[in-house]
């Protein structure tokens, strides 16, 4: 049997293939936008042509892949094969799997793509070794993947890890799942580029540090422009931080006193500001905790395999 899988992670952003080899090592990838909204079919072409653009790249054919698996976002039925629901691809019942078989020849396996960053991670990265951990995504939603004992944790219906569903303010802003005050209308990506642009149009425009950095445009905001601001010294940039990081420990914190995972790893886009984004959420969730006194705790840390932990956990999937 050949070496090498294919692992996909299918994102509200980006569609990223990469090719695996048995030491969960990614030797190459291939990647384009996700460009919704746009039909099933068109996404699975996508998918389909990163996929052998990947396997090309690494000089090898597709007879050469032994697995192939996807991450979607949403309530994915790994036993069906069937993505229940998506609310950020705006998808329901939707056969991927039997989808992306009939494009590529082989069995295709599917799970959330937060499970699969989880087990990424569990596999090869920050959990590695532990055998109840908890693995954060922070992109365009909020992602959340549970190991307890070993195994990847989905519920009786295979969305018991949607983390980003938890409603963290009561009557809050209006999520994509159709609630209100969801933790992924405060913590993900597009909330925090969401929250800068708003601060941005509250300041006066010649004082505003945060708009001559994005050269008036606030099509250029990104995760990293208030954490920028922020170490230059501007208060506003600091204004956004800061709160940023309040709702996003407000859910950490409701996550370690439900699961108590021996490590709790961050991924996603935003964690490329490390010890300056998990610093302040660890005093917030030492002061918060219901373990306070207890001698172990939570490791709190950045996930170690980035955006490599969906490739590789879908790659692998059982």
């Known amino acids: 049997m050949s070496k090498y899988k294919v692992g996909i992670d299918l994102g509200g952003t980006n569609i990223v293939a990469g090719v695996v080899d048995k030491d969960y090592n990614i030797i190459a990838r291939a ?3 996700t460009a919704i909204p746009r039909p ?22 597709m007879e050469d892949i032994s697995q192939i698996g996807i991450g979607v976002p949403g309530a994915v039925n790994p036993e069906t094969k069937i ?11 939707w056969e991927v799997s039997k989808m992306m078989e009939e494009r590529l020849n082989k069995a295709v396996k ?56 938890m409603v963290i303010v009561k009557d809050g802003k209006e999520c994509g799942c159709g609630r209100k005050g969801c933790w992924e209308s405060y913590a993900s990506a597009t909330a925090l580029i969401n929250m800068t642009k708003e601060a941005i149009r509250n300041e006066k425009a ?12 606030l099509n250029n905001v990104n995760g990293k422009t208030p954490f920028d601001a922020m170490l230059a010294g501007d208060a506003t940039g600091k204004a956004v931080v800061d ?10 914190v409701n996550v370690i006193n439900i699961f108590q995972p021996d490590i709790l790893c961050v991924g996603g886009g935003v964690c490329r500001q490390g010890e ?8 917030i969730v030492e002061q918060e905790r219901i373990t306070k006194h207890n001698d172990k705790q939570t490791v709190i ?12 956990g879908a790659a692998f999937l059982k």
């Open 31 to 33: 990647e384009c936008k």
């Open 40 to 61: 099933e079919s068109d996404i699975c072409d996508s998918m389909a042509q990163v996929t052998k653009e990947a396997i090309k790249k690494a000089k090898l054919k």
């Open 83 to 93: 993505v229940e629901t998506s609310p950020n691809l705006l998808f329901q019942n």
């Open 110 to 165: 599917i799970e959330n793509d937060a499970n699969a960053a989880a087990w990424g991670e569990y596999l090869a990265g920050s959990a590695k070794g532990c055998r109840n951990a908890v693995a954060i995504t922070l992109g365009t939603g909020v992602g959340g993947g549970i190991i307890i004992e070993g195994q990847l944790y989905s519920g009786s219906n295979f969305a018991g890890a949607e983390l980003g569903h």
């Open 206 to 217: 010649e004082f505003s540090y945060m708009l001559k950095a994005v050269d008036g445009d």
């Open 243 to 252: 709160k940023y990081v309040s709702y996003l420990a407000t859910g950490i």
């Open 276 to 283: 300056t984004l998990l610093a302040p959420v660890r005093a």
């Open 301 to 312: 840390c950045t996930a170690t395999l980035g955006n490599d932990a969906g490739i590789i």
